[in-house]
């Protein structure tokens, strides 16, 4: 079962939990992302939902940041909060998490599609 990226807006900052966003990006898998997928309203399957959960994040993101809102990962273990405050953090972050080989399809398909649009 896919974990949902459950985000949250608090006082117009995005927050999200660290932990839970990897392992909905470890849930999508390539090969059960459907060729239609950009252009379908709906998802059939949980690869499709936890890709989905990561664009809305992204465009949230993105929005709030233009807007002046934070983006703010919590971090388990007691390890302190990941805070972003300007898009060119949050841009840089995403591309770096992304490129990692198991998330390269992702990044094409949905990270790089949503941070380059202005």
């Not at 809305?56 to 809102?69: P, R, T």
Request: aromatic fraction near 12%; include cysteine.
């Amino acid at each position: 079962m896919t974990t949902i990226t459950q985000y949250r807006i608090i006082d117009g900052n995005i927050t999200i939990d660290f932990n839970r966003f990897c392992e909905n990006a470890a849930n999508c898998q390539e090969e059960e992302i459907e060729k239609d997928f950009d252009k379908r309203s709906y998802q059939v399957n949980d690869s499709e939902v936890a890709l989905n959960e990561i664009r809305s994040f992204i465009q949230a993101s993105v929005e709030h940041l233009k807007n002046g809102d934070k983006v703010i990962f919590t971090r388990a273990n007691g390890n302190p909060p990941k805070i972003f405050e300007d898009l060119n953090g949050f841009r840089t972050w995403a591309n770096e998490f992304f490129s990692l080989s198991r998330y390269q399809f992702i990044k094409a398909r949905v990270v790089d599609k949503e941070l380059s649009v202005e």
